[in-house]
């Protein structure tokens, strides 16, 4: 489980652009590819729900 919970720490901060050399070559030997393809799907789904959130409360006011 820590794995996949440092994977999807991983993801997020990518999502924003944010990552050091260093944590990305500490990222290819603790992370698992499937670990990377189910957060990324996780984070993906996530965003989309908050982008969807988002507009329906500027649309209903």
Not at 27 to 50: N, T
């Amino acid at each position: 489980m820590g794995s996949f919970l440092y994977s999807m720490k991983a993801v997020i901060w990518s999502f924003f652009g944010l990552r050091r050399k260093s944590d990305f070559d500490k990222d290819q030997e603790k992370i698992k590819p499937v670990h990377v393809i189910i957060a990324g799907l996780l984070g993906a789904a996530m965003f989309i729900g908050l982008l969807v959130t988002i507009v329906k409360l500027v649309v209903s006011k």
